[in-house]
């Protein structure tokens, strides 16, 4: 397989899925840039090695074709600072323009497409209008984690076009490299903690873990749809009556295949679901009539901390309250401390999902694990173990 570092790119157009779907204020100014540069060292590479480069992107979700809202003009600006280049411009991600600017690129040079999501073909993965966008290039890069798991167009389709000449940028490298690195080859005591709100959206997640890992930490709302499981009173907590039974069964398959199921033992409760409730702390299956658990507690806390140290390798994914609020956000913030701690010390950390990603952004310990996954779906989907088209399309599965 071809990777970003054995490849010149000298006198080569790449073309590059970059993932540049960055907010933007109502004067179109990009208010969270990380995306754009955590692409930046894979544009350099092929720049500095005297090739040029074609980057397409999509930017929202446009409904109705081209929408001023949604053009990728905005990042012009910002792009320019970041390469110390001149950026050029194809009003349109196909057609004669974008050809003809394709065509007159020189080494050195960045011309970025206009919003590919303009089109419908983009998201139906029409082979046709992959044809059209890899004419424009020799050599093509997926640098786009955070919609490997779409078989679209530009994200899948058209490494067809490109045999032998298709490769991942170095976040595509970082990310499969790392999420490999814990689902494949997990060095012991392997610990997964999940949180978040519902255990619904975990549940394959959970399965898919219950045949990897050693620990399997529980915290955050979907908490008390298993405390409710085993028979506990959870007042007004979160409770996904549905999925009651499915937690029963989770419980059973970890003592079958002898996992060390971790749910907190106490929490932080609230007479309502606001910062300024009044709080109490009782055994978790013992939350009060009409109050609802926000948070885990202290007996929580330091028995989550105590396996959590003791990993060699750790997946983090979901909160262990609704950190948002600042009055609730200790359980997750003392997990953060722990996985740092146990990263400290050697141990493997992997950090994903838009939540935890944030609360590591919130409380400024991202320098403080070993990963943080760029891919919020795709992440997901990858360790339910699941196929991301987007990689198979370039390692072939």
Known sequence: MLTMNSFNFAGKK?????????????????????????????????????????LMS?????????????SLKHLIPDLKTKLGVDIKFAPDCIGEEAHTMAAALKPGEVL????????????????????????????????????????????TIIAEFFPGKSMFGYIMENEVS????????????????????KVSTKITIIENLLGKVDNLIIGGGMTYTFIKAMGGHVGNSLVEEEFVEMA????????????????????INADKFDNDAQTSVSPIDQVPEGWMGLDIAGESIKKFSEVIENSKTILWNGPMGV????????????????????????AFSLVGGGDSVAALNQFGMTDKVSYVSTGGGALLEYIEGQVLPGIKAIRGY
């Open 248 to 267: 029963k069964t989770v419980l059973a398959k970890a003592r079958e295949k002898g996992v060390n199921l971790y749910l907190p033992v106490d929490g």
């Open 112 to 155: 970025l497409l206009e919003n590919l999501r303009f089109y419908k073909d983009e998201e139906k993965g029409n082979p046709e209008f992959a044809k059209k966008l890899a004419e424009l290039a020799d050599v093509y890069v997926n640098d786009a984690f955070g919609t490997a798991h779409r078989a679209h167009a530009s994200t």
């Open 58 to 70: 999509h930017l929202g979700r446009p409904k109705e074709g081209p929408t001023e809202k949604y």
């Open 323 to 346: 950190f948002e609020m600042p009055n609730f956000q200790k359980g997750t913030v003392e997990i953060a401390k722990a996985i740092a701690r146990a990263t400290a010390k050697g």
């Open 178 to 197: 790392s999420i490999d690195k814990v689902m494949l080859d997990p060095k012991k005591p392997f610990t997964a903690i999940l949180g978040g709100a």
């Open 14 to 54: 790449a073309i590059i899925r970059v993932d540049f779907n960055v907010p933007l204020n109502s004067s179109f100014e990009i208010t969270d840039d990380s995306r754009i540069r955590a692409a930046i060292p894979t544009i350099k590479k092929i720049l500095k090695d005297g090739g040029s480069v074609i």
